[in-house]
């Protein structure tokens, strides 16, 4: 049973060696140690500090984000509007040119038209004319060959004359 009862002298050893312990770690030890628990606490307290900002800065960066694709989509859909009103426009605008160019077109082949169709006519009347006056050379030389019908025919001619007049 001496292992449960120990002798005074021993307890008060130990007690002095507990106390010199005690002593010891009071004056070196647990500065240290507590010095240690704030620094790191510190640090932990440093580290939770960053972390909420860099939170922070990535939830702002996030909001800038969806900010700058919003307006970029808008920035998108006003030039496809844009582009597509150009489309409209500048196809309405060949289409109207087009136009233009094509009653010019038909303007200039109606004008060619007529001028070839005077041209013609006037080609016509002349050889018409030609052929005329070749005939009635013909016959009128074979009617006046004689004297008589030279003066008939002139005669003739001066009384349809004075009848205009």
Do not use: C
């Amino acid at each position: 049973m001496e292992l449960f009862t120990p002798d005074l002298g021993l307890v008060f050893w130990m007690f002095v060696a507990f106390a010199i312990l005690l002593f010891v770690l009071y004056k070196w030890g647990w500065p240290v140690i507590i010095k240690g628990i704030e620094s790191r606490a510190d640090f932990i307290d440093s580290g939770v500090e960053y972390a909420r900002e860099a939170k922070e800065q990535l939830q702002h960066a996030k909001e800038e984000s969806e900010k700058y694709v919003a307006e970029a989509r808008k920035q998108q859909a006003d030039m496809l509007r844009e582009a597509d009103r150009m489309k409209s426009r500048i196809i309405e605008e060949a289409r109207v040119a087009a136009q233009e160019e094509a009653n010019k077109v038909m303007d200039a082949a109606k004008l060619a038209i007529a001028q070839e169709r005077k041209e013609a006519e006037l080609q016509f009347r002349n050889e018409v004319s030609s052929f005329a006056l070749d005939i009635a050379s013909k016959v009128v030389r074979n009617e006046l060959a004689d004297a008589k019908a030279q003066t008939k025919l002139v005669d003739k001619l001066l009384d349809e004359m004075e009848n205009q007049n």
